[in-house]
């Protein structure tokens, strides 16, 4: 199941870099300050909102039209993050991880 990691409190070049160097896995729902968006692969992608920062899918191209031509495993961890994404901003919020929460637990281990 992905994580939802909340990046909400810092810039989103700040949350683009998280992405990069942090511990966020393929499929990982991401709230930030443009909106929400998903980690595929190595790139953040916007599912709701607007950002310059962040990618987003082709004008035209639905989620169901990417996934189709990503491996079934990849695919399906990604479906389940999208799916995860769509839901209300406050939900997303309760079951969210704090991004620096998150950074400490893995320099910890």
């Not at 994580?3 to 990982?28: E, R, S, W």
């Not at 899918?57 to 799916?83: E, F, I, N, Q």
Request: glycine share 8%; with cysteine.
């Amino acid at each position: 199941m992905p994580k939802v990691i909340n990046l909400q409190l810092v810039d989103m070049g700040q949350a683009y870099d998280f992405t990069q160097c942090g511990p966020v896995d393929h499929g990982d729902v991401l709230l930030v300050a443009d909106g929400v968006a998903v980690l595929d692969r190595a790139w953040p992608v916007m599912v709701a909102g607007e950002s310059e920062v962040f990618h987003h899918l082709a004008d035209g191209v639905t989620w169901s039209d990417y996934l189709t031509h990503l491996d079934p495993g990849k695919a399906d961890r990604l479906a389940a993050g999208v799916a995860l994404a769509t839901l209300p901003v406050a939900d997303l919020v309760a079951q969210s991880v704090d991004c620096m929460e998150l950074e400490l637990a893995r320099r910890r281990a």
